[in-house]
């Protein structure tokens, strides 16, 4: 593995400090920007920029690391992974990867980090203290979204051209299930019970509900065109769902699959999450360089804030 290597600093220590004084007070928003290879970081209480941190080439996927206070940023073009510190968010530092490293996902009960190598077929292991690689898991085509259930147990890998779903038991390392879902399978999220997972289907313009129990695909629903990632309001059960295409914001019930709302968004949403603090959900604009905020008990859009260009925040981005 190749050593750690420093990112230009872009805060001073004073900023530095400031930014982990504001995590503790309020969720703060890792988002990646494409187009100049940084990150904005910002406190969701205030909407404010706290610090935009450099990182390697086209970063696209991010993790939230609770048990190290730390995201986990995946630059594909660079074949590394960034990692910024809650406590020192004023510089990262990345680790090489696979190929193109994508969707990535932190292990909420070990010391790991799952990352998709997109054209390799393979998920990579990497240890969250020293990041020294720790093994890998073979998959299908072109491996995305990740997602791993609250107890640990489970390693969800979305096969998007094999219209797939991957489901990985972490603790003896073998492939449990391979599930059909719906066309080009991308953002993966689990609900917090562990025991439902929702896969966004890019082409065939749904959202697969899955069973995790009986590893089925129990329903699916529709939504806009090019659906990219999704959301669950844990607080109402309502699923919301980034389209890509349409601009929108579907509001979904999982349960029935009765489309509950359309939020008109920034063009080309991706990334998409809820903060239980905030009760909100947050999501990047790719093309509009943005980050929206949407109340859901009233599915209006109240507040928007800027970011670099083309904002991706795919995964986990929210720390608190």
């Known amino acids: 593995m190749r050593p750690l290597r420093p990112v230009v600093r872009t805060l001073l220590t004073a900023g530095a400090l400031a930014i982990s004084a504001a995590l503790n007070a309020a969720p703060l928003a890792f988002v990646?920007?494409?187009g100049p290879d940084n990150v904005t970081v910002l406190d969701l209480e205030s909407g404010k920029t706290l610090a935009t941190v450099a990182v390697d080439k086209d970063p696209a996927g991010v993790a939230w690391d609770a048990r190290h206070r730390q995201i986990f940023i995946s630059n594909p073009s660079a074949g590394s992974v960034s990692v910024i510190a809650a406590d020192r968010p004023d510089k990262a530092h990345?680790?090489?990867?696979g190929e193109s490293p994508l969707g990535i996902a932190a292990d909420p009960t070990r010391d790991r980090v799952y990352v998709?190598?997109?054209?390799?077929?393979?998920?990579e292991i990497f240890s969250t203290r020293d990041?020294?690689?720790r093994g890998s898991?073979?998959?299908g085509n072109t491996p995305s979204g990740l997602a791993v259930t609250p107890d640990g147990r489970w390693l969800a890998v979305a096969n998007r051209d094999d219209d797939n779903l991957a489901l990985i038991d972490l603790r003896t390392g073998q492939r449990a299930a391979r599930i059909a879902v719906g066309?080009?399978?991308f953002g993966v999220t689990i609900a917090p019970d562990g025991k439902t997972l929702f896969t966004a289907n890019v082409t065939s313009n749904d959202v697969s509900v899955v069973d995790l129990e009986s590893r089925k695909e129990v329903?699916?629903?529709k939504v806009g065109e090019a659906p990219y990632a999704s959301a669950l309001d844990v607080k109402r059960g309502q699923l919301f769902v980034t389209n890509q295409q349409s601009s929108t914001v579907s509001v979904v019930s999982p349960t029935t699959g009765e489309t509950l709302a359309t939020v008109n968004v920034g063009d080309y949403p991706e990334g998409i999450q809820y903060s239980v603090t905030r009760d909100r959900i947050y999501v990047a604009s790719w093309f509009d360089n943005a980050l929206y905020e949407i109340n859901p008990e009233s599915l209006k859009l109240e507040?928007?804030?800027a970011c670099g260009d083309g904002s991706r925040a795919f995964g986990s981005f929210i720390a608190e």
């Open 183 to 185: 066309g080009h399978p």
């Open 32 to 34: 990646t920007n494409q």
């Open 116 to 123: 998709a190598d997109f054209y390799s077929r393979r998920v």
């Open 137 to 139: 898991f073979k998959l």
């Open 94 to 97: 990345s680790f090489a990867t």
């Open 303 to 305: 507040r928007t804030m």
């Open 131 to 133: 990041f020294s690689r």
């Open 219 to 221: 329903r699916r629903i």
